[in-house]
């Protein structure tokens, strides 16, 4: 057995294995394709790249995504503690730069003695399993190549579907004459505050470092983009078999063509904030969530899209105060592929049918940065185990980490990805709370007690 272990793939869950192993004195060979080679949606040359969203989504132990956090800061996840060290004004989520978290990233794995980096495709994992352990975190953009081997490998046709990305425009291009900053329910008008103290108080917070911009609809502007969003021409995506669209990254046109009003429900809810120009509740409001440290920078809440650029400059710019946007990134869409990790893998991310192969990231069907984040540390936890012949690691399931371990492990005909979330922990015993805030705090604080137990 070599003494190393390889790691392929040098995104969120590969990085976060690689230096995991490292921590244990156990040397690491990681390989990464970029900057030889890219995938359709990648172009910087550092790893952890974040292609998507540059939110890490929501900090508070009430959400399943933000206890998972909680558990990797315990766990003393690498990518976890550089993303809460590059983030950016985002209300109670965690939203990084980007580029800021890439960089350090990739200087984090550089400089570890530890770790070999490897810039080459690899297409056979065969030879490289066969005398030593591997981990395979090539992510939802697994070349064409090492997607094939896969596939014979597990003797599995490889399952995938849509992921796609919103737009992010220059804070230079926003007309503040309509956008106004503020969180949702903090920027409301108050029932005790008269309109002349409400209006001091924004004045107040202009100055002020704020999370969000704002982008008020009436209902005629509303209607107008709506039909001008339904109508426009969408890229066809002609290399792909199938259109299996994930819900949790739903093309906003595609949301949108389920009902005239579906969008006023979902992303554009203008519920918890007063239009500064009328003090009333707009009838829809388009968000701008901060994509850089300098604030100079938003990308478009929600608006994850697969139009043609054309097409989003011309409707997207309908929306009051973008008539003048400047687009830094127009939204992309591309194909996220999948193993049927209920029928292949184990609760520790291994490969049933061969012991030296491990998956992490969203190859194995997590959905989100921090569940791959998660599943890279589980399966470099395990990798480690076996190369030392010491027993596996299993995270309790009242533990996010280990309810998603659970949750891709488990035999299911109708497998699809998932993301962190409370429904797949166990329910509290002899206890029913109906109040959701309060049951999720409880299944917090029994996850985080349990963590402490198993550490």
């Known amino acids: 057995m070599k003494d190393y272990v390889t790691v392929i793939g040098g995104g969120l869950a590969g990085c976060e294995a690689a230096y995991q192993i490292a921590k244990r004195n156990i040397k690491v060979k990681l390989y990464e394709m970029k900057p030889m080679k890219y995938s359709s949606a990648h172009s910087n040359k550092d790893l952890a790249e974040i292609v998507c969203s540059n939110s890490f989504k929501s900090n508070l132990l009430t959400n399943a995504c933000g206890l998972l956090k909680e558990e990797l800061r315990r766990l003393n996840s690498l990518l976890i503690k550089i993303a809460d060290e590059t983030s950016v004004a985002a209300g ?71 992921d796609a990305a919103a737009p992010i425009i220059s804070k230079d291009s926003i007309d503040f004459n309509i956008a106004f900053y503020g969180d949702r329910y903090s920027q409301e008008k108050k029932k005790d505050e008269t309109e002349q103290e409400w209006r001091e108080r924004l004045k107040e917070q202009e100055g002020k470092e704020q999370s969000y911009i704002n982008l008020p609809m009436n209902k005629e502007e509303y209607e107008r983009f709506w039909n001008e969003l339904v109508k426009a021409e969408v890229v066809t995506l002609h290399d792909f078999e199938k259109r299996e669209i994930f819900e949790g990254c739903m093309p906003i046109e595609i949301m949108a063509k389920r009902g005239i009003d ?139 980490i280990g309810a998603l371990a659970k949750y891709i492990s488990t035999p299911n005909e109708r497998f699809q990805p998932m993301n962190a979330n409370f429904g797949i922990l166990p329910e509290l015993k002899g206890k029913k709370i109906k109040d959701k805030k309060l049951r999720y705090q409880e299944l917090a604080n029994r996850s985080l007690k349990n963590l402490e137990e198993r550490l």
Do not use: W
């Open 262 to 400: 579906t969008l006023r429900f979902g992303p554009l809810k203008p519920v918890g904030f007063d239009d500064p120009r009328t003090v009333r509740r707009p009838y829809a409001v388009v968000q701008l969530r901060q994509d850089d440290g300098k604030a100079s920078i938003y990308n478009i809440v929600g608006f994850q899209t697969n139009l043609k650029y054309g097409e989003q400059k011309r409707v997207f710019s309908m929306i009051p105060g973008l008539k003048n946007a400047e687009f830094v990134k127009y939204g992309v869409m591309h194909r996220n592929t999948y193993i049927n990790s209920s029928k292949l893998l184990d609760e520790t991310y291994c490969l049933k049918t061969n012991p030296n192969i491990f998956f992490a990231g969203q190859i194995t069907g997590v959905e989100g940065y921090v569940e791959s984040i998660s599943s890279g540390m589980l399966a470099a936890l395990n990798a480690c185990a076996k190369l030392k012949d010491e027993n596996e690691i299993i995270f309790p399931e009242t533990t996010v």
């Open 92 to 162: 109670q989520a965690l939203a990084v730069d980007r580029d800021v978290f890439s960089k350090k990233v990739t200087e984090a794995i550089k400089n570890n003695p530890l770790i070999e980096i490897v810039h080459e495709e690899v297409t056979d994992v065969s030879k490289i399993s066969k005398d030593g352990i591997v981990i395979i975190a090539t992510g939802p953009l697994t070349s064409e190549a090492l997607a094939k081997q896969i596939s014979n490998m597990t003797g599995e046709d490889k399952l995938y579907f849509y």
